[in-house]
């Protein structure tokens, strides 16, 4: 039907069907700020404004909005003009990944058109039907809050360094510098001092509790040098406007003619045999131009593991296979005209399943009776497939049974995580097409494109030198998009169609058909002397890889390597089973089996604390892991790879954990839950995590200068919201001694950029960083050669600074007219340089988190009132970044301590498939949230980084835990904390008079 649409003040004639949906016809009329990520109305990435109401647009029919005035974020600024909620999102560090945030933005802009001056409260409740897995709504709630205030006409302070006008300036090269009698003289940047804002550096003080959402970055600590310009700086995220303007800029947001429609049909059986299966009705239907099903396509046993060559796990994948192994398993796909001719043509698909025996239960995966899930000869490097073992692993130092022997309390406890699912805004999805050369090219949400050449490429029969993979901007990853899941299957559909193909997951596909993190059962057993000293520690763990066995090695790997260290002792045992089940696989996500060994762990500590009788603080301190110790398990268990030796060069832990115990109020609330209805309990865990993997993850950069002096940085680092990208052109901007807006930055793209290992374990700016380090240096090194001749200066007493290169007598040039001088008029050369790096050491970033609970006896409802996080990162590139990272990541945990699960029936199928059965947190549901950061310097990293990505998601769900279980008088061991959990165990602790209550399902 012809429909009239008034989109941003424009009439437009589209024809659209009946049962179109508004986002879908908001899209292919080119507004691409309109973002799918659900279809069920429950993420608000889709928002709009129907008539100044914000709506979102995948539930409405584009029919219900003829004569309504649609506004989408497009409208609201530009890159020349933003607008002051554009502006704020910016300054305030609200946006990462920026695909929540048209939507963000559009339903605050709603917010402020009927009430210019809301309350915190307001502005939650306005936002809370957006959600955004990357910030934790701290500082999206302060960006509106600012705009507001700007938007009044109100004073605000500067909170990240000033926009730069720099690009819309015209550029004049100048006379020839040889026509200069000096190179300083008459050039428009020489002598215009640059300041970048200093971030605040303030001291810990215990009588701060009024700033419910933080502020700018609160840095503590003392900084080894206070002479960097850029790095330490509060800078504006590099790709802040595109994201806030909702430019095209996800892999979505093109438009290929011809471009054809894939859909995935999936399992609906935990375990089957495919017996036979007939598409030729399906290939018949008119519009569909591939079918492809085991028959079809090569038997090449591989992981969705996106690890470094050879990935050390399991291959026991196939691209479509004889085989299911859970509900949601690939048994074909199509590619058709349309989406919904592709819907079709599954149905007419048919496949003759032979229905097998289901193992759903981790605890009977190595019955001998149990259905073999991997019968299947040609896969490899399963620890024992005949007993459904993915993997095993087994570390010991010392003695631990003299070690439990000769302690005068031995401690044990089992403790259960569950399976919890990634959940980015954006879904997985891919777009492969040929190019002009026959080179097929994939545009996928990635955050490994150098694995996902390297992978695909023996599945769908290219060489990689034939493939291409871009990552454009992606809407969050967590370790999902660490998976190959599509890229095969949609290169595949092109090859065989020769046409552009697309394939996106829709969000049940995402929840029933990616990966999530592995649940496990860990059991703690640890000796102790009566003053706290732990003798012997003991972790065993059954973990369930679900139907595959990726990243299962690994994962668990770190459970025990990354966790126990923390308290070493002379005796330690880590044993871990990873067993096969016909559920949904688990993988990598951040963290990556760390925080279910910190549940475990810090809940232990606290019950060890109290049967001792002694402060929960206080055992920590006498335990933990100093500076100048070694970590015994690096060693011997390692990551994927040989163990190695690793000394703690740097530790911020005494002062993150001073940091929480003061914010907390811990001696004044520990121990006081109260008597009435509503229980109040504080509760503190600690962390440590790794930097990167040593010695196996490795990046590289090209740095190279233009005439302008401006300068191109390409790096096959994968910024996925974490503002990889911006702490890269942070570092390259300071060793270079230039601004911030001669950075151009350029990652990923396997043609053009140096390789990179990817995304994962909190590796980018420390190796990538240091990449991008040396290039700089390198690059910096021929600029002042060439400076050098210019000035008739040796090199080395030249500085470089705000873009000027000063000599001893005073004589300056800039590094424009170095350019110019080096590309064109003597001894002519491109200034440029390329580096890689890699690091045998991976220096742990510590942290103490910290959580305060309100527990309802009657409802069992657990409420977190306070959320606090004190972070070693080392030293901080960019603070309000660093902070946004600490946020999201607390957030994370706290629905991994309070309300996430993916829940299945009897048949293994899953039942939560949408965001209303499987609840991240919202705007609403926020604690009150804290953050600081403590710096250290490490030797290592560049400028002495440490990792900061995943260790805030590491320690708050036992902080919870431990915080319930001070207000209830009753210990929970497993997660989440749900109504029903709490409520049995008060209704236990009520019938036995126990002060614990033992969980679990046996
Ligand atoms: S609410 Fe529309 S895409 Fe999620
Ligand atoms: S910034 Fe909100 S989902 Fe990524």
Redesign the pocket.
Known sequence: MELELRINGVIKSVDVAANESL?TVLRQEGYFSV?????????????VLVDGVAR????MLAAQAGGCTLTTVESLGNARKLHPLQEAFIDSGAIQCGFCTP?MVLSAHALLERNPNPGEDEVRDALS?N?CRCTGYVKPVQAVLRAAAILRGEHVASISSPESTENFKAWDPGRSPLEHAEYGAGNPDAGTPFTAPNAPLSNVSSDDDSSSAGGTATLVGTRVSTDLSIVGKPERKVDAVKLVTGKPAFVDDIDLRDMLHARLLTSPHAHAVIRNIDASKARALSGVHAVLTYKDVPRVPYTTAGQSWPEPGPHDQYCLDYMVRFVGDRVAAVAAETPEIAEQALALIQVDYEVLPAVLDPRQATDPNAPRIHPEPESYRIHDASRNIAAHLHAEIGDVERGFAESDVVVEGEYIVPQVQQTP?ENHIVITYWDEDDRLVVRTSTQVPYHVRRIIAPIIGLPPRRIRVIKPRIGGGFGVKQEVLLEDICSLLTITTNRPVKLEFS?AEEFRSSRSRHPQILRMKTGVKRDGTIVANQMTLLANTGAYGTHSLTVQSNTGSKTLPLYPCANIRFEAEIVYTNLPPAGAFRGYGVPQGFFALESHIDEIAKQLGMDALELRRKNWLKEGDENPLARALGEGKEGYTQIIESCGLPQCLQIVEEKLHWKEKRGRSGTGRFRYGVGVALAMHGTAIPGLDMGGASIKLNDDGSFNILVGATDIGTGSDTVIAQIAAEVLGVRMEDIIMHSSDTDFAPFDTGAYASSTTYISGGATKKAAEQVRMQILEVAGRMLKANPDSLSINNRIITAPNGQTVTVSQVALHSLHVENQQQIMSTASWMSYNSPPPFAAQGAEVEVDTETGVVRVLKAISAVDAGRVINPIMAEGQIEGGATQALGYGVCEEMVYDQQGALLTTN?SDYRIYNAVDMPQMESYLVETHDPFGPFGVKAIAEIPIDGMAPAVANAVADALGVRIREIPLTPERVLRAIHAQAQNGEGQVRWGRD
């Open positions: 986002m973002k799918h990520g659900c279809e069920t109305g429950e993420c608000g990435a889709c928002t979102p647009s995948c539930v939507g039907g959600l805004i969000r965001l």
